[in-house]
């Protein structure tokens, strides 16, 4: 089988999946229909789940150290983790399979194996879901990222689509020049790259931009908007799969068509997903435990599509601050709080990190530029949202630069106090597979 057919099948298939106007209740039968025959046809071919009930709730929650201890048992190669890790090293490839891996934003990497065949159908679906219009006009794809990914290999392949990889490890000086010559009509980039290219003097002109990899924030958004003159979409992605896109109206959507998410709440009106990837065939997970904290919209979206949308990515679980109050409960505050705090408090404050590096301390850093009254009000209203949750946590104060760093995610809340992980422990299951 060529390549092109899987990918036309994905393109085709992501497009039907999402029409406009079929209802959600129509799509949740499609979707169910889907989700049996992997969980019957699929999961027994892996050794993990080789005497698995066919049903989704009877099936153990699992999380990175779960699948990265038994790499082998959840990918129809039995490929183990030392293989994949010098697999990773050196070609890229056992076989056909290609080998990838995560950043390591948590301090852990995963791999991820995947044929083929997935390459080019992911292709297809994300051409759906991102430049459709690339059938009857030239598109011409800029990928920023911090490493190359197998899933980008067999993309770029045809006479419209046009796709370039620029490494971002490298930093942007190193292949501006190149960027500019490619002149791109879609960026795809982590936000802290976007503003970057937005405050410097290229010559760029986009039909559209995709932020991804990082958690995007209201000040970087304003920036990129303002400079580009256009709405900035997020793909909202990770090792584990794609996970959502935006939509022409600028509402982010769920990517259900190939994803099943469960939700499990954890206060505050979030939550954070399990999702078992149905249209995956070789490596296989079901009801994997994602760190991320979603807030979820209320409401269907105008385009018309059945696809739940995401209100806000707000961050990380381990980027989230468990503390105690003084009759023992623990109280979690999660990163966007924080955010908002400081930026409701001074408007001029366009940059800034909070860090826990104690047991009961955070910090605020703040650009030496930024004028004292500015700085003394978002400390305030730091510690005052603190105060709120009867908290006996001292907000400090530190003056230091903020500047880009190509080698390392944006991550503007981040959890430095090695005792202090923030993350509730998995929810437990009601059985265990061997």
């Not at 990899?213 to 920036?223: M, Q, S």
Request: with cysteine; glycine share 8%; aromatic share 8%.
């Amino acid at each position: 089988m060529t390549a092109i057919w899987p990918a036309v099948a994905g393109f085709a298939g992501t497009l039907w999946a999402s029409r406009a106007g079929q209802g959600r209740t129509r799509f949740e039968a499609w979707q169910k229909r889907q989700l049996d025959r992997w969980l019957a046809r699929d999961l027994p071919r892996v050794a993990f789940y080789a005497d698995a009930p066919p049903r989704l709730h009877d099936l153990p929650v699992i999380d990175k150290a779960v699948v990265m201890a038994r790499f082998q048992d959840f990918n129809r190669g039995g490929i183990t983790a030392d293989q994949g890790w010098l697999a990773f090293a050196g070609a890229g490839r056992i076989g056909t399979v290609s080998i990838g891996a995560s950043t390591g934003t948590s301090g852990n990497r995963m791999l991820y194996a995947v044929t083929p065949e997935e390459q080019a159908r992911w292709v297809g679906t994300m051409l759906a879901k991102t430049v459709p219009g690339f059938l009857w006009q030239t598109e011409r794809v800029a990928v920023i990222l911090p490493q190359a990914s197998a899933l980008y290999d067999s993309a770029g392949r045809t006479r419209r689509l046009k796709l370039q990889f620029f490494d971002l490890g490298q930093g942007v000086e190193s292949w501006a020049d190149r960027l500019t010559a490619f002149a791109p009509t879609c960026v795809i980039a982590p936000p802290r790259v976007l503003r970057r290219l937005a405050e410097l003097p290229l010559p760029l002109s986009p039909r559209r931009l995709y932020s991804g990899a990082e958690t995007l924030d209201p000040i970087d958004r304003a920036v990129i908007e303002a400079r580009f003159g256009l709405p900035l979409g997020q793909i909202y992605m990770a090792t584990e799969g794609l996970f959502a896109v935006t939509c022409p109206q600028g509402r982010l959507h769920l990517a259900e068509d190939s994803v099943h998410f469960e939700f499990l709440p954890v206060g505050d009106g979030l939550v954070t997903p399990l999702i078992s990837g149905f249209r995956r065939r070789f490596q296989i997970m079901a009801r994997y435990r994602m760190n991320d904290l979603l807030r979820l919209s209320p409401h269907a979206c105008p385009c018309g599509s059945p696809l739940r949308v995401v209100e806000e990515v707000v961050g990380r679980m381990d980027d989230s601050f468990t503390f105690d109050r003084a009759d023992g409960t623990a109280i979690l505050v999660t990163p966007d709080v924080l955010r908002n705090a400081v930026l409701d408090a001074a408007r001029d404050i366009t940059d800034f990190r909070i860090w826990r590096e104690a047991r009961e301390g955070l910090v605020l850093i703040l650009s030496p530029e930024v004028p004292a009254p500015s700085a003394q009000a978002a400390q305030a209203a730091l510690q005052a949202q603190i105060n709120r949750r009867g908290l006996a946590v001292a907000v400090s104060l530190r003056r230091a630069p903020l500047g880009f760093d190509p080698g390392r995610k944006l991550r503007r809340v981040e959890n430095r106090w090695p005792a202090g992980g923030g993350q509730p422990a998995p929810p437990s299951a009601s059985n265990s597979l061997p």
